[in-house]
Nanobody, 121 residues
Framework: QVRLVESGGGLVQPGGSLRLSCAAS????????MSWYRQAPGKERELVAT????????NYADSAKGRFTISRDNAKNSVYLQMNSLKPEDTAVYYC??????????????WGQGTQVTVSS
């Protein structure tokens, strides 16, 4: 059974930082790229960042470039998102999912509970 557990969100002031974590189980983690997505109230879920199987390639949404860094630890079946210089428009619930390659859609139809990020003064 696939399980994706996101954590690390919280309330942070504009300009602050957070590090999100996603612990994956129920599939062979090192066979897949991994992506972070986010969904703000009233908006569709959007892709934030993707990392390849061994971490050698990454892609970022324009909104995340230069501020966010995605990384992974295959020994821990985990993927991370370091978010710096946070803005109010980054407020959303953040999710992770597996992908078959950079630019491909999420693999698993069942999502984790997500982790709430709120950027506000």
């Amino acid at each position: 059974q696939v399980r994706l557990v996101e954590s690390g969100g919280g309330l942070v002031q504009p300009g602050g930082s957070l590090r999100l974590s996603c612990a994956a189980s129920g599939f062979t983690f090192s066979n897949y790229g991994m992506s972070w997505y986010r969904q703000a109230p009233g908006k569709e879920r959007e892709l934030v960042a993707t990392i390849s199987i061994y971490g050698g390639n990454t892609n970022y949404a324009d909104s995340a470039k230069g501020r966010f860094t995605i990384s992974r630890d295959n020994a821990k079946n985990s993927v991370y998102l370091q978010m710096n210089s946070l803005k109010p428009e980054d407020t959303a619930v953040y999710y992770c999912n597996a992908v078959r390659s950079l630019g491909s859609p999420p693999v698993f139809g069942s999502w984790g509970q997500g982790t709430q990020v709120t950027v506000s003064s």
